[in-house]
Nanobody, 122 residues
Framework: VQLQASGGGLVQAGGSLRLSCAAS????????VGWFRQAPGKERDVVAA????????YYADSVKGRFTISRDSAKNTVFLQMNSLKPEDTAVYYC????????????????WGQGTLVTVSS
């Protein structure tokens, strides 16, 4: 499975961005997908995750109500819509996928896209 993340950039606080994660080699319907982020000097943390069926989603407390994870099956692409962005959302964002049971621990994810940098200015 190859994952290609895109959509990062520079945005002012309060603005929005949409990250995309396109998959090739396997359909997302058979994989759990997560978005993770890592700020300088900090650990990689889960932001949002979605099971293959979509029956289970998870959001970190810090992004609840602001971020939405979704999937376009026809395009085999997962999105992370980020609204009301804050400077503390600044980080490199990664999409990742895993087989098997749904989970939010990054150590359990097998497939990773390259990171995309999100910078939120105050």
């Amino acid at each position: 499975v190859q994952l290609q993340a895109s959509g990062g950039g520079l945005v002012q606080a309060g603005g929005s961005l949409r990250l995309s994660c396109a998959a090739s080699g396997r359909t997302f319907s058979t994989l759990s997908v997560g978005w993770f982020r890592q700020a300088p000097g900090k650990e990689r943390d889960v932001v949002a995750a979605r099971s293959g069926t979509g029956s289970t989603t998870y959001y970190a407390d810090s992004v609840k109500g602001r971020f939405t994870i979704s999937r376009d099956s026809a395009k085999n692409t997962v999105f992370l819509q980020m609204n009301s962005l804050k400077p503390e959302d600044t980080a490199v964002y990664y999409c990742a996928a895993k087989q098997g049971l749904f989970g939010i621990s990054y150590q359990r994810y097998n497939y990773w896209g390259q990171g995309t940098l999100v910078t939120v200015s105050s």
